[in-house]
C-alpha cells in the first residue's frame, strides 16, 4: 500500500475514542482504526525508513498493570524510527512530532552534563536549541528543580544543565497537507530541522 496521507477520520476515530475509551467501542470500530489509523501510518513509516531507519510502531493497548488510569487504549498511535531518534505519533489534535533522546542512563547524563559545561560543544547546543526554538520547536525532557551538584548555579547553560534527557517537537494539529501525500515530505522536513539537536546528543551522550 502506497501512502496517499492521513485521513481525517484518524483524528475523529481517536476523538470518538478518548470519549469511549472501551473494549466495546474498540471491539465495534477496530476496522476504522485498522483502515484509517494502522493502514496509512504503516505505509508512511515503510516510506520513510530507507531515510530514517528501521521503526517500531507501537501497541494500541496500554500497560494498565501499574497505572491509576485503567482505560485500556492508547489515544495515539506511534512510530518510533530508534536509529535516527525520531518519533511520531497522531491522535485527536493532529500530528506530533519530535526527536531526541527520551531515556538515558546514568551515564548518558554524565555525559550530557560534561557536553553541556564543555566551552565548545556546550555553546554549539545552545546555538541549536535557541535556532529550535526560533522555528516553533519545543525544547522538552525531564530536568532537576536545580542545577545538579559540582556545577555553578549560575552557570550560563545552567537550564540545559538541569536536563536528564533532551528533546525537540512540535504539534502540528491538522494542516492542509495531513490527508495528502505531502505528509512525507512535511515530516521530514521537519525531523531535518531537529536533526542538530540529535546529531549533538550522537556525538556527546551517544548510546550506552
Given at each position: 500500500?502506497?501512502?496517499?496521507?492521513?485521513?481525517?477520520?484518524?483524528?475523529?476515530?481517536?476523538?470518538?475514542?478518548?470519549?469511549?475509551?472501551?473494549?466495546?467501542?474498540?471491539?465495534?470500530?477496530?476496522?476504522?482504526?485498522?483502515?484509517?489509523?494502522?493502514?496509512?501510518?504503516?505505509?508512511?513509516?515503510?516510506e520513510l525508513?530507507?531515510?530514517?531507519?528501521?521503526?517500531?510502531?507501537?501497541?494500541?493497548?496500554?500497560?494498565?498493570?501499574?497505572?491509576?488510569?485503567?482505560?485500556?487504549?492508547?489515544?495515539?498511535?506511534?512510530?518510533?524510527?530508534?536509529?535516527?531518534?525520531?518519533?511520531?505519533?497522531?491522535?485527536?489534535?493532529?500530528?506530533?512530532?519530535?526527536?531526541?533522546?527520551?531515556?538515558?542512563?546514568?551515564?548518558?547524563?554524565?555525559?550530557?552534563?560534561?557536553?553541556?559545561?564543555?566551552?565548545?560543544?556546550?555553546?554549539?547546543?545552545?546555538?541549536?536549541?535557541?535556532?529550535?526554538?526560533?522555528?516553533?520547536?519545543?525544547?522538552?525532557?525531564?530536568?532537576?528543580?536545580?542545577?545538579?551538584?559540582?556545577?555553578?548555579?549560575?552557570?550560563?547553560?545552567?537550564?540545559?544543565l538541569r536536563?536528564?534527557?533532551?528533546?525537540?517537537?512540535?504539534?502540528?494539529?491538522?494542516?492542509?497537507?495531513?490527508?495528502?501525500?505531502?505528509?512525507?515530505?512535511?515530516?521530514?522536513k521537519a525531523?531535518?530541522?531537529?536533526?542538530?539537536?540529535?546529531?549533538?546528543?550522537?556525538?556527546?551522550?551517544?548510546?550506552?
Open positions: 500500500m502506497s501512502f496517499v496521507g492521513i485521513p481525517l477520520a484518524a483524528l475523529d476515530f481517536y476523538e470518538d475514542l478518548e470519549n469511549d475509551n472501551s473494549k466495546a467501542f474498540w471491539a465495534e470500530h477496530k476496522p476504522v482504526y485498522d483502515e484509517h489509523v494502522k493502514a496509512p501510518l504503516l505505509a508512511l513509516a515503510e525508513g530507507p531515510r530514517f531507519g528501521t521503526f517500531k510502531f507501537f501497541r494500541p493497548y496500554r500497560d494498565v498493570r501499574f497505572s491509576k488510569d485503567k482505560t485500556p487504549y492508547k489515544t495515539h498511535q506511534g512510530a518510533w524510527f530508534g536509529e535516527t531518534s525520531n518519533y511520531l505519533h497522531v491522535g485527536a489534535p493532529g500530528l506530533f512530532l519530535a526527536a531526541g533522546y527520551w531515556q538515558m542512563s546514568s551515564t548518558q547524563v554524565a555525559r550530557l552534563r560534561r557536553g553541556v559545561d564543555d566551552d565548545i560543544a556546550g555553546p554549539q547546543l545552545a546555538k541549536v536549541v535557541a535556532s529550535l526554538r526560533r522555528k516553533g520547536y519545543e525544547i522538552g525532557g525531564e530536568q532537576l528543580t536545580r542545577v545538579p551538584s559540582g556545577f555553578d548555579r549560575e552557570h550560563p547553560r545552567a537550564e540545559l536536563h536528564k534527557t533532551l528533546t525537540a517537537s512540535k504539534d502540528l494539529g491538522a494542516p492542509d497537507w495531513l490527508s495528502t501525500p505531502q505528509a512525507r515530505s512535511e515530516i521530514a525531523w531535518r530541522a531537529m536533526a542538530p539537536l540529535v546529531t549533538w546528543l550522537d556525538t556527546h551522550v551517544g548510546h550506552d
